[in-house]
């Protein structure tokens, strides 16, 4: 966000309710280094107690997380989140003046499948296509000069009618 980068590991189960929040806001992006062009390449950052990793490739993105210190135990994620020939997305610029503007891009409804470890727990993610366990990555990336202050409101939801 210009000034700060922000890198931060959120699970929630939705069966109980837990959510796991660890989260790093880093002054002037300090070690949090991005491709030229978005959806390219590798973007990692390391810090004690947060690890996050985004390898993208061009049929799928692979998604890694580590929290070795959380009040529910370590936490671990392995997940890789699809990207299928020809899938559409919606990306736009905002022009928020002639010095700064936002470029956002959705990618919605993308088949995720993997592991996620909370403490001696393995959460299997996915299943095959139309069954219960099916489940769906959302990306959702921006670049550019914010202003100072901003309010997000959007959501997105994924499934099969």
């Known amino acids: 966000v210009d000034y700060v980068g922000i890198a931060g590991l959120w699970v929630l189960r939705p069966s109980d309710g837990l959510v796991v929040d660890v989260g790093r806001v880093v002054p002037l992006a300090?070690?949090?280094?991005?491709?030229?062009?978005?959806?390219?390449?590798?973007?990692?950052f390391t810090?004690?107690?947060?690890?996050?990793?985004?390898?993208?490739?061009?049929?799928?993105?692979?998604?890694?997380?580590?929290?070795?210190?959380?009040?529910?135990?370590?936490?671990?994620?392995?997940?890789?989140?699809?990207r299928p020939?020809?899938?559409?997305?919606?990306?736009?610029?905002?022009?928020?003046?002639?010095?700064?503007?936002?470029?956002?891009s959705k990618h919605n409804t993308r088949a995720a499948h993997g592991t996620v470890r909370i403490g001696d727990e393995e959460l299997v993610v996915g299943g095959a296509p139309?069954?219960?366990?099916?489940?769906?990555?959302?990306?959702?990336?921006?670049?550019?000069?914010?202003?100072?202050s901003i309010r997000w409101n959007w959501a997105a939801g994924s499934g099969r009618s």
């Open 30 to 44: 300090r070690g949090i280094e991005l491709p030229e062009e978005p959806c390219t390449g590798t973007m990692a």
């Open 85 to 104: 020939p020809g899938h559409e997305t919606m990306s736009v610029v905002i022009p928020w003046s002639d010095k700064r503007f936002q470029y956002a």
């Open 130 to 148: 139309g069954s219960p366990d099916e489940a769906f990555g959302t990306l959702d990336l921006g670049r550019g000069l914010w202003p100072y």
């Open 47 to 82: 810090t004690p107690g947060l690890s996050v990793g985004i390898d993208e490739r061009s049929d799928a993105t692979h998604l890694t997380a580590a929290a070795p210190d959380t009040p529910h135990g370590p936490v671990a994620v392995d997940l890789v989140v699809e």
